[in-house]
């Protein structure tokens, strides 16, 4: 079986910070239902909170 790997950055306005974050627990869950998902990450630098990365 063939995998494929995606990596990719969000950048998400400050004022539209907190909504993205309060979201992301659900969009994290739902990617991890897709068929064929085997891991799915959003992670955050604490010195500079945009963009995401996704991994």
């Known amino acids: 079986m063939n995998k494929i790997?995606?990596?990719g950055?969000?950048?998400v306005p400050r004022e539209d910070l907190e909504a993205v974050e309060?979201?992301?627990p659900n969009h994290i869950a739902l990617?991890?239902?897709e068929a064929?998902?085997?891991t799915f990450t959003v992670t955050q630098?604490?010195?500079k909170p945009v963009?995401?990365?996704c991994l």
Request: proline share 5%.
């Open 5 to 7: 790997k995606l990596s």
């Open 9 to 11: 950055y969000i950048e």
């Open 22 to 24: 309060g979201e992301l």
């Open 31 to 33: 990617t991890h239902q």
């Open 36 to 38: 064929g998902c085997i």
């Open 45 to 47: 630098d604490t010195d």
């Open 51 to 53: 963009p995401f990365r």
